[in-house]
């Protein structure tokens, strides 16, 4: 997909690679909605972005993640904006054996990287397919694809093959598959129509 004047999702933008993401976006879209827990970061950023780019629209969305009314409440939010781009980001990683991991930490985990992931396609693909344009950019990790004893939780919650099934496969649209195994995978519903049967 073209980025020029997209409107793009970025979650986890408060940080790391959601906010470079941001910076290098910033220049070609229209609007962006950065997405993570940390306001005053997220401030900070948009007022570093629209200096340099006066016309960008830039919306902020505190939402945390692990939290499922929290995450539902932003999915119907931005089912009213003209998303055209969304990319799930944000990302939480553990240390050690699952064996003996925080409970707690699993459940955050398994939310922000596979529930939340998938609340948002669900609710922004609809758009994309009927606007013929779109594009869903899931970012995992190479660690998904090395089953080491002793793993990060994170690797089955991050596995590429999970975020694939984030979108569907086959049926009445067209989409895209993008880069894949290379620590991030990317996939566009881009131009996607109605197939004859
Ligand atoms: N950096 C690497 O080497 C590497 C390697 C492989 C994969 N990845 C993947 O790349 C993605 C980004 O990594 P990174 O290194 O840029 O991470 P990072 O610097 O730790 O940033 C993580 C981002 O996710 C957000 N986030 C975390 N938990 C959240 C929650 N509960 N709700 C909302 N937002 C939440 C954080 O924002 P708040 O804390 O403000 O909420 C932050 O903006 C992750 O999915 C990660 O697994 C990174």
Redesign the pocket.
């Known amino acids: 997909m073209n980025l020029d004047n997209c409107s793009a999702v970025i979650?986890?933008?408060?940080?790391?690679?959601?906010?470079e993401f941001a910076r290098q976006l910033a220049s070609r879209a229209k609007l962006l909605v950065l997405?993570?827990?940390?306001r005053d970061?997220l401030e900070q950023l948009r007022t570093e972005l629209v200096a340099r780019n006066p016309a960008l629209l830039v919306n902020i969305r505190q939402?945390?993640?692990?939290n499922l009314e929290q995450t539902m409440q932003l999915a119907a939010l931005l089912t009213n904006e003209p998303i055209d781009f969304l990319i799930n980001?944000?990302?939480?990683?553990d240390h050690g054996s699952f064996a003996t991991a925080d409970p707690i930490h699993v459940n955050?985990q398994v939310q922000?990287?596979a529930l939340a992931l998938t609340a948002l396609t669900r609710a922004l693909l609809p758009r994309m397919i009927a606007q013929k344009r779109g594009a869903i950019l899931n970012?995992?990790?190479?660690?998904g694809f090395l089953p080491l004893p002793r793993s990060d939780p994170?690797r089955d919650t991050?596995l590429r093959d999970y975020r694939d099934r984030a979108l569907p496969r086959s049926g009445p649209y067209r989409i895209r598959r993008g880069r894949e195994s290379t620590?991030a995978s990317t996939k566009a519903a881009e131009q996607s129509r109605a197939c004859c049967g």
């Open positions: 979650t986890g933008a408060s940080a790391g690679i959601g906010r997405v993570a827990r940390r970061r939402t945390d993640l692990s980001n944000a990302g939480v990683g955050e922000v990287n970012v995992s990790s190479s660690a994170c991050q620590g």
